[in-house]
């Protein structure tokens, strides 16, 4: 996955709460078989209607999505951190987020930025008033930054380092490889192995 450090971009505000993973990707696009091109259906329903955000051309190429509290509940599917990423946004600022989704995004590469209601309500309001507004979101410094707000949101270290790394679980462990390697090779021939043989 790309390394994050610090983003700056347009938003999307998403005035919606309890937004779900059916709602972020209806379970009609789960048949694909690759990780890409969910972004063609990501609130593919809402996005019937003319008049919903995501359709606004003033928000075409935003990728920070600001969304009302509660995001990412229902189902565990990785396929709704995958079509927010395919559309384009790194960053999804709410109050509140599911704990699966959470950990799915943070495992794919999309941040999950957790402010107060009061922040989230103060950042909506300034990309309503000026959809041009650039909103940075800084993971070293653990801030989010528009206009004249500036706002500080948790993350623990290890979760921090991982995503400025570029570290998904399988990065994670392939940074371990010459020691896995030098374990398979000193094993004895009749153990499984993961090492080819000739």
């Known amino acids: 996955?790309?390394?994050?450090?610090?983003?700056?971009?347009?938003?999307?505000?998403?005035?919606?709460?309890?937004?779900?993973?059916?709602?972020?990707?209806?379970?009609?696009?789960?048949?694909?078989?690759?990780?890409?091109?969910?972004?063609?259906?990501l609130f593919s329903?809402?996005?019937?209607?003319?008049?919903f955000v995501l359709n606004a051309p003033v928000h075409a190429g935003a990728s920070i999505l600001v969304a009302g509290e509660n995001f990412g509940t229902g189902s565990s599917r990785e396929h709704a951190v995958w079509a927010l990423?395919?559309?384009?946004?790194?960053?999804?600022?709410?109050e509140r987020f599911a704990d699966i989704f959470r950990s799915n995004s943070?495992?794919?590469?999309?941040?999950?930025?957790?402010l107060s209601g009061d922040e989230v309500e103060s950042l909506m309001?300034?990309?309503e008033a000026d959809p041009a507004v650039e909103v940075t979101v800084d993971l070293v410094a653990r801030q989010v930054r528009a206009g004249d707000l500036v706002a500080?949101?948790?993350?623990?270290?290890?979760?921090?380092w991982?995503?400025?790394?570029g570290l998904d679980d399988i990065g994670l462990t392939l940074t371990q490889e010459q020691d896995i390697s030098a374990y398979e090779a000193s094993r004895p021939s009749r153990l499984p192995s993961t090492t080819p043989t000739a």
């Open 1 to 41: 996955m790309d390394a994050f450090t610090t983003h700056s971009g347009r938003a999307v505000p998403l005035r919606r709460s309890d937004v779900d993973t059916d709602q972020i990707i209806p379970s009609d696009w789960l048949k694909r078989v690759e990780r890409t091109g969910f972004g063609a259906g």
């Open 45 to 51: 329903e809402w996005r019937e209607d003319p008049d």
């Open 85 to 94: 990423t395919d559309f384009g946004f790194r960053a999804v600022v709410s």
């Open 106 to 114: 943070l495992k794919g590469g999309l941040l999950p930025v957790q």
């Open 125 to 127: 309001r300034l990309v």
């Open 152 to 160: 500080s949101f948790p993350l623990d270290d290890f979760t921090r």
């Open 162 to 165: 991982r995503l400025m790394e």
